[in-house]
């Protein structure tokens, strides 16, 4: 199972549309016009019919392609030099043997709508993203009634996945932004979107969850969920409610074939709204940055780690140095529990919460620190691009793959924990792969029948363990025996990985 993103061959995409009504004589107005569009109460026993709001919206609903270049390499022609050289027109030219690059062409497609009479369109980032080595040649916005134009891009955002095209034209149907924060489960919306090519697609559905967060982390990782069928060419059209505002732009699906299984997401209206008013405007879209590694929620391991409430906050695995969150006193192993007075909780996360703060303001984070409230101000910087975080985080932050199959040694340390452990030289450090920055100790072996069995591995580097630096087994087995006598029945490591993984591991004391 995964969240995918969808270009051609997308998981991810729904939508909407919308119409305009042009009267003689008077103001063009929205489709979707506060009490233009009226609830149609069903019978009893019956689903009310959708065709009279589909009719009005449609028409702002638009197909969205683009044309893509790719430069591919030829495979170098093996015959080369021999009497069958010249035989074999798929390999490179017949006298050198050589690759010659070659262009081809490629596409994708999906949904977008009309958010005004003069022709901006809101649709996804991925929509109109190139390939892997490829570039977007051109992006045409086709209308319902089959009328196309060739759209420029007025501003794009790879982190909320929001994209806003220009197209000449005058006098188009178009579709208001509604209030998604109003959203409740259970709420009737509709789709309407370009499905696997078929333009104008109408699905209906219910609001399955709010504020509902995937785990893809980020500023943008809070969607509302809907169980409106949503398939390949849907990404970048709207969700409307039952009065025919636009409170979603659907962007994903999860699902194990590719197909629809009832579990789409949308990108809220409150959510895309600001940020298309941005792109707009032409102004940079910034959020804020605090500079550190988050190693989760407070689950029920990491509680008896710390010996703090579960379900309460989440808790730092490492404070960039120098960075806005190191500046203001923040250190590894704080649990953050409220963002200016705001809970941090799953449907509010942190990494939610800040960079939604506005840069260069000051951020207010309530912290349990050894088990005591303690506050902190910090001031919020620009966060760095997706690119600049991935290098920083060493390319897989957080991402642990599974133990390997490599039979462990028994430890012989009676540390409490199964592990035997020495320090970290610089010799160790490379031949472990991670950074010469980095100190702690070194895994030598871990016991098969320990909890830590099943979650470190010979060559982990445990760099603090409850919040307290290690340099040494004496420094194991010491933070080990504080906890036990304070009665927890399991520490928190922090444990660095070939590069530049790091994590929070919970271990249980045997």
């Known amino acids: 199972m995964r969240y995918a993103y969808a270009i051609t061959s997308a998981l991810l995409l729904g939508g909407a549309t919308a119409t305009l009504a042009l009267q003689p004589g008077n103001a063009q107005v929205a489709q979707n016009e506060p009490g233009s569009i009226q609830a149609v109460a069903p019978r009893q026993g019956a689903p009310m019919s959708f065709a009279d709001m589909v ?12 044309k893509q270049s790719i430069t591919v390499r030829q495979q170098a022609n093996p015959f080369a030099g021999t009497p069958f050289e010249g035989l074999f027109g798929q390999f490179g030219a017949p006298g050198g043997g050589g690759a010659t690059p070659q262009k081809r062409e490629g596409a994708s497609l999906g949904s977008g709508f009309i958010i005004s009479p003069d022709g901006y369109v809101v649709t996804n980032n991925h929509v109109i993203a190139p390939a892997q080595g490829a570039q977007v040649d051109s992006i045409t916005v086709t209308l319902p009634d089959r009328k196309e134009y060739t759209a420029k891009v007025i501003g794009r955002d790879e982190t909320s996945d929001l994209a806003l095209l220009k197209i000449q034209a ?7 932004f509604g209030d998604s924060a109003r959203a409740r489960v259970g709420d009737w919306v509709v789709a309407i979107g370009n499905p696997f090519g078929l333009n104008s697609t109408v699905t209906a559905g219910i609001v399955s969850a709010v504020h509902r967060v995937t785990g ?52 809220p209206a409150e ?13 940079k879209i910034e959020r804020g940055y605090l500079g550190v590694s988050i190693g989760g929620p407070v689950t029920d391991d990491v509680a008896a780690s710390l010996g703090i409430p579960k379900n309460q906050g989440e808790v730092i695995a490492r404070v960039e140095p120098n960075g806005p969150a190191a500046k203001a006193g923040l250190r590894g192993f704080d649990v953050v529990t409220k963002v200016n007075g705001q809970a941090v909780n799953p449907d509010s996360t942190l990494s939610y919460l800040v960079a939604n703060v506005k840069p ?13 409230p303690v506050t902190v101000t910090a001031t919020a910087a620009v966060r760095p691009s997706n690119e600049e975080l991935t290098a920083l985080a060493g390319g897989d932050a957080n991402a642990f793959p599974e133990s390997d199959d490599e039979a462990e040694v028994p430890a012989a340390a009676g540390n409490g924990i199964g592990l035997t452990v020495q320090p970290l030289t610089p010799p160790i450090a ?33 760099s603090a363990i409850n919040g307290a630096q290690v340099r040494a087994a004496a420094d194991v087995q010491r933070v080990v025996a504080e906890a036990k006598s304070a009665g927890r029945t399991q520490v928190l490591m922090l444990v660095q990985r070939a590069r530049g993984q790091q994590g929070l591991i919970p271990v249980k004391i045997k």
């Open 55 to 66: 009719a009005k919206l449609q028409p702002a609903v638009v197909n969205i392609s683009t």
């Open 170 to 176: 005058t006098d188009l149907p178009f579709v208001r």
């Open 216 to 267: 893809q982390g980020g500023a943008n990782d809070r969607f509302i969920q809907t169980d409106a069928a949503i398939n390949q060419g849907n990404s970048g059209g709207p969700m409307f409610d039952m009065n025919g505002n636009v409170i979603g732009i659907n962007s994903q699906i999860f699902s194990q074939s590719g197909g629809n299984i009832g579990i789409g997401f949308a990108i």
């Open 271 to 283: 959510d895309a709204k600001p940020i298309i008013d941005t792109m707009r405007r032409g102004e």
């Open 360 to 372: 260069g303001s000051q951020v207010r984070l309530d912290v349990l620190r050894n088990g005591k």
């Open 430 to 462: 490379r031949a472990v792969g991670v950074d010469s920055t980095v100190q702690g100790v070194v895994i030598a072996a871990v016991d098969p029948s320990s909890d830590a069995a099943g979650k470190l591995k010979r060559g982990d580097v445990i």
